[in-house]
């Protein structure tokens, strides 16, 4: 009978890892301590590149490549304001595995990438995005639904898996959202996903260095209570966020109404209205992640969040899902006897 190594090989050797478990970038928590963390106890850890200052950003690798010697990636989100420098200054770094999120990146940032010798992972939301991905020289990619938490397309990780996961079954791919115990893993790698990737999970993790009230807000949180954030009117091409609902999101709502009027009278560039309203995402998740602000800070958070109610090291974390999905997998096996 198949184990649960046997259907993850794939994963396991596409990220040089022993558990293709990935902790997704969240900007202001995946930092090098959190990152080294998850990628020393056999998982793989991404950086977030967040609107890092690009030479920031290259302290933080140096910083990762201290406390681990294990791979990792680098996540570049290609609507921040300082995207293009970060990808300018990251190939001289080495780092094995760069991930592109928040938005499609070009042709040639993605060679441009590869040709540091990282291999390259593509966020995908729809199914026109994935073929374009691939095209451009994607090595793998990350099918992302809308129950996931930060920046999120607008379809769900069930119909994301039947419109790519089952039409590309021999390229990489790896699935997101709204993942948060170890039961569901096993039917995800039967459909052919090479791995998972949760972000919300890890926020509850001891070595997770937030403030201790963005911790509390996610434990009392239940899953409708993670919402997506309004879009007001098309013109700003707003992506959407999904966090628990507070002050800080009326505040957004409010942010873009402002803009879309700057906008009209000329006083604002659609560029600098896009920069404004990330510039909003960064320093909101950082009051709530760092500050502890809870109140008009963005509670960035999944739907998983109403199964995440322990804290937990990370080794736990880790063991606890692998020993979930193998009863499950298990549980599978005799129904089909």
């Not at 499609?104 to 040709?115: C, F, G, N």
């Not at 809308?146 to 419109?163: N, P, R, T």
């Not at 739907?303 to 880790?318: H, T």
Request: proline share 4%.
């Amino acid at each position: 009978m198949k184990t649960l190594d046997d259907l993850w090989k794939a994963g396991k050797n596409f990220l040089n890892v022993d558990i293709p478990v990935m902790c997704g970038a969240m900007t202001w928590i995946s930092e090098s301590r959190l990152v080294a963390h998850v990628s020393n106890a056999g998982a793989f850890g991404c950086l977030a590149g967040g609107n890092m200052d690009p030479e920031l950003l290259l302290q933080e690798i140096d910083d990762t490549k201290q406390l681990t010697n294990k791979p990792f990636a680098v996540n570049l989100i290609t609507i921040a304001p300082n995207y293009k420098k970060q990808l300018d200054l990251i190939n001289a770094t080495k780092v094995p595995y760069i991930i592109f999120a928040g938005g499609i990146p070009k042709a040639d940032e993605i060679q441009k990438a590869k040709l540091s010798g990282a291999k390259v992972l593509c966020f995908a939301s729809t199914e026109s995005i994935a073929k374009r991905m691939i095209d451009r020289g994607a090595d793998a990619l990350m099918l992302e639904g809308s129950e996931a938490g930060g920046h999120i397309g607008h379809v769900s990780l069930i119909i994301l898996l039947q419109q790519i996961l089952f039409e590309f079954p021999d390229f990489p791919i790896f699935v997101a959202g709204g993942i948060g115990t170890g039961r569901i893993i096993p039917h995800l790698l039967l459909m052919g996903a090479f791995g998972v990737q949760l972000g919300t999970l890890f926020v509850l993790s001891e070595e997770c260095n937030v403030n201790p009230k963005f911790k509390q807000a996610f434990i009392r949180a239940r899953a409708r209570d993670a919402v997506a954030t309004p879009q007001i009117g098309s013109e700003l091409h707003v992506v959407a966020v999904r966090a628990l609902r507070n002050k800080g999101m009326d505040q957004f709502a409010d942010l873009q109404m402002r803009l879309i009027q700057s906008r009209k009278h000329g006083q604002i560039s659609q560029e600098e209205a896009q920069f404004e309203v990330e510039r909003y995402w960064v320093g909101a998740l950082r009051r709530a992640a760092i500050e502890g602000d809870t109140e008009t800070g963005s509670l960035m958070a999944g739907q998983s969040v109403g199964l995440a109610k322990e804290i937990k090291p990370i080794k736990n974390l880790l063991s606890d899902l692998i020993a979930d999905a193998e009863k499950e997998l298990k549980r599978i096996q005799e129904k089909l006897i």
